[in-house]
């Protein structure tokens, strides 16, 4: 993880002798959930509302092209339900992500609109689960990291983003975006035991040096 948060460092000082280079700050809520599978029975949790921030720099390309680097706080999780039980079990799971977009960012009007598609790493660096009944009696527990057993979680993961928004001229902007987890982040999953997150957001920032 240290070598991949170099690489961005690297990345972000490169960009410094570009005269076209913004670079900004973005958050927003972020609505998630995660796709689990115990023993092959596949479930899909409840949305959790998260939080979403961190900084940007758009790296021109070529006319209306950039590759767009980011450092995010990013929220994860969601909530499951057991009818039977009365028992409602929410994951929270906080990871430091990076995403590296590659970004098409036409002018409509006085603005640009931006839409952008790439990979994503992220460092877990914490979390809860927490379970609880009707009566308002609760359990909770700190993410456990590991490969182990099933019921850690990795500290890595990783996957696709997708943004689409519009940036106005004076430098602020407001956008969508997904993530999709493509790998398993289970402990020591397998294809019939897996977590996968998933979420989706809305976000404003501003760029600095923009036109």
Do not use: C
């Not at 972000?12 to 689990?36: E, H, I, N, W």
């Not at 209306?64 to 999780?77: H, T």
């Not at 397998?190 to 809305?202: L, M, P, Q, W």
Request: hydrophobic share 40%; aromatic share 12%.
């Amino acid at each position: 993880m240290k070598k991949v948060l170099l690489s961005v460092a690297a990345l972000f000082f490169a960009g410094a002798s570009f005269a076209q280079v913004k670079f900004g700050v973005t958050a927003g809520p972020s609505f998630s959930s995660y796709t689990s599978k115990v023993s092959g029975d596949k479930e899909t949790s409840k949305l959790m509302t998260g939080l979403r921030a961190g900084i940007t720099v758009d790296l021109p390309l070529a006319d209306e092209f950039y590759i767009q680097p980011s450092l995010l706080y990013v929220g994860k999780g969601g909530m499951m339900e057991s009818e039977n039980f009365d028992l409602k079990l929410k994951t929270r799971i906080n990871y430091l992500e990076l995403p590296i977009n590659f970004m098409y960012k036409p002018e409509v009007g006085n603005g640009n609109i931006f839409i952008g598609f790439g990979p994503y790493i992220a460092y877990g660096l914490g979390g809860k689960s927490e379970l609880a009944d009707d009566n308002g009696n609760k359990l909770s527990s700190d993410i456990e990291w590991g490969n182990d057993n099933m019921s850690q979680m990795k500290r890595l993961d990783a996957g696709a983003n997708f943004q689409f928004g519009y940036e106005f001229p004076m430098g602020f902007n407001i956008g969508l975006h997904t993530d999709l987890g493509l790998v398993n982040a289970r402990g020591n999953g397998d294809d019939d035991n897996s977590f996968r997150n998933t979420s989706f957001g809305v976000s404003v920032g501003y760029k600095f040096g923009a036109r």
